[in-house]
């Protein structure tokens, strides 16, 4: 079977995020299922009724819903989705662990200060965190997805596939992709994007209590992954399906290893905080984007430092990287 031959239907919902719109995907078969389901604004869910309505169905016939990750442009629609049409949703395990945690907020603040963030600038974007749209979803209506699960479909020409859950962390840390193998068609989420590279976000470890995951390393460990897996077809997050991911993981690889040689060639004798190099690398961005614009930088610190061409030095609290002797 081709990669093109799954019944798949991109669906696009505007966020209110500068990354521009978000997909969700209908599987036309049977049980009928979404990938992913959009965020919690009228926007958005007219956006989806609008195209649920012009493929012939309406909301109350979902069955199934399948997340990848828990970003609110990716799951916020769930509640209402479940409650109208009463769908089995099936939501990454690791990812119900991170958002359930209430101190998590609390620690991604601790981990910005340690990057030598100022506390007026963590404070007045946590004001703006709290006028977006927040998906509030009741854990134990949801199934954990675990690295292996199979769902299983069967389409109007008699035609059966599987789709297979694989956790890669990376952009979060329990984000999971679905993959047809005999098709070789992924569905991605924010894992392989077309257009932007996915950030590797500045998260707490669920593993390790008081220290932070290494998301770049991380990622990059799943793009290998990826590139085995000799994707034909994949269907992102955000943009168009790509019909040549083997060409985008290497673009997106290089891409890091390019910006990791950038980020070492700032470092100094003196010192640096991940905050301070995010304002010469990023110089324009403002709000929740210098969170993002941080965590890219901690992120392939981290990088620079297993290469042995950093040392870290903690100063009253905040992290500063040198270069290496």
């Known amino acids: 079977m081709r990669a093109q031959a799954l019944p798949v239907r991109q669906v696009t919902m505007p966020t209110p995020y500068a990354v521009g719109p978000v997909n969700a995907y209908l599987i036309e078969a049977e049980p009928l299922t979404l990938v992913d389901a959009g965020i919690n604004t009228p926007d958005a ?29 990716h799951y916020g629609l769930v509640p209402y989705l479940q409650e109208v049409s009463g769908a089995t949703v099936y939501f990454p395990e690791r990812e119900i662990a991170r958002v359930r945690d209430s101190q998590m907020l609390f620690e991604v603040g601790r981990l910005l200060v340690q990057a030598g963030m100022p506390l007026e600038l963590l404070f007045k974007m946590d004001q703006q965190r709290k006028k977006d749209p927040a998906p509030k979803v009741p854990h134990d209506a949801v199934v954990p997805v675990k690295d292996g699960d199979e769902f299983h479909f069967e389409s109007p020409s008699d035609t059966r596939f599987t789709l297979r859950a694989l956790l890669m962390p990376g952009h979060t840390g329990g984000h999971v992709v679905y993959f047809d193998d005999d098709s070789k068609t992924l569905f991605a989420g924010d894992q392989l994007l077309p257009d932007v590279s996915p950030n590797p976000l500045l998260e707490p470890s669920l593993d390790e209590p008081g220290q932070r995951r290494r998301s770049l390393q991380e990622y990059l460990v799943s793009l290998e992954r990826m590139a085995e897996m000799r994707i034909a077809l994949a269907y992102p997050g955000h943009g168009a399906p790509v019909e040549d991911p083997q060409r985008l993981i290497e673009q997106t690889i290089e891409h890091h290893l390019k910006r990791k040689a950038q980020v070492a060639q700032r470092l100094g004798p003196d010192g640096k905080t991940p905050y301070q190099l995010a304002q ?10 210098t969170f993002l ?10 990088l620079v430092v297993h290469d042995g061409n950093a040392v870290v030095e903690e100063r009253e609290g905040v992290t500063y990287y040198l270069g290496a002797p």
């Open 280 to 289: 010469e690398v990023y110089p324009h961005v403002t709000g929740y984007d």
């Open 45 to 73: 869910r007219n956006a989806l009724v609008l195209a649920l309505a012009s493929a012939g169905y309406f909301v109350e016939s979902l069955e199934r819903i399948l997340v990848t990750h828990a970003h609110p442009d």
């Open 293 to 302: 614009a941080v965590s890219e930088i901690v992120a392939h610190l981290d």
